[in-house]
């Protein structure tokens, strides 16, 4: 079982005129079999962590470990596995690539870790059936609803099987029922996968569905 280790973590950004402190000796350390909510107001910090987690960004102090790997000390090449495989990431925005169709935007990450074709394409189609949207597989993301292309961008962060699927706000800008759907999706991958599950989130609905709901004060996370 996988497992990412923040220790000892302190972000700050400086501005022009200021410097604004998000996390303060912050440690805690996710495990791949369970879900977490990250909850706290807008502005506190939910992105900053997500991104951290993901190596998108950089602590100030203190390290970040995947397994026993320090996120810092990967070279670019190991980033780049890091994000295509062991991780799995899921915005607000699905940010699908509109000049692929759908099926060429669910098979984009295997094509960077260089998989068959035949394999990409069938693991596609059974991703999308997944989420009933295998009839929309050769379509362009700009003939599918908020919530459709939110779940291809389900099916792209999911398809290498990653230890840990990380989402920010993965509801935030769809109505209640459609939110509903893509929570239970998140959800029901999760326990197929057995993947770690983090999500930001200030939907509660969907933070209710986790095994633990954790909250972002004082620049650390507390479990609720
Ligand atoms: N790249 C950046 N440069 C400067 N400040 C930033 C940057 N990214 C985020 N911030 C600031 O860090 C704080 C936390 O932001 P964020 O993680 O996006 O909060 P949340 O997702 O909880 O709404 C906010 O005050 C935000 O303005
Ligand atoms: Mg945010």
Redesign the pocket.
């Known amino acids: 079982m996988s497992s990412i280790e923040l220790k000892n973590i302190n972000k700050s950004?400086r501005?022009v005129d200021q410097t604004?402190n998000?996390f303060n000796d912050l440690s805690f350390k996710f495990h791949q079999n369970k879900s977490y909510a990250i909850m706290?107001v807008?502005?506190?910090?939910?992105?900053?962590l997500i991104n951290l987690i993901s190596n998108l960004d950089f602590p100030t102090n203190g390290h970040i470990l995947f397994n026993e790997f320090n996120l810092s000390h990967f070279n670019s090449e190991q980033n780049q596995i890091f994000l295509n495989e062991s991780v799995g990431l899921v915005f607000q925005e699905p940010n699908l690539i509109n000049e692929l169709t759908v099926i060429e935007n669910v098979m984009i990450k295997g094509f960077i870790k260089k998989r068959d074709l035949n394999y990409c394409k069938n693991f596609a189609l059974e991703l999308l059936k997944n989420v009933d949207l295998e009839n929309k597989a050769n379509e362009y993301p700009s003939n599918l609803s908020g919530g459709q292309q939110q779940r291809v961008a389900i099916c792209r962060a999911i398809f290498n099987k990653p230890q840990f699927l990380l989402a920010d706000e993965p509801t935030g800008n769809l109505d209640e029922k459609t939110a509903k759907n893509i929570a239970d999706l998140l959800f029901q991958f999760k326990n197929e996968w057995q993947m770690g599950l983090i999500i930001?989130t200030h939907d509660k609905n969907l933070a209710s569905l986790a095994d633990e709901i954790l909250i972002i004060k004082d620049g650390k996370l507390e479990r609720f």
């Open positions: 950004y501005t604004i998000i706290g807008s502005g506190i910090g939910k992105s900053t930001a």
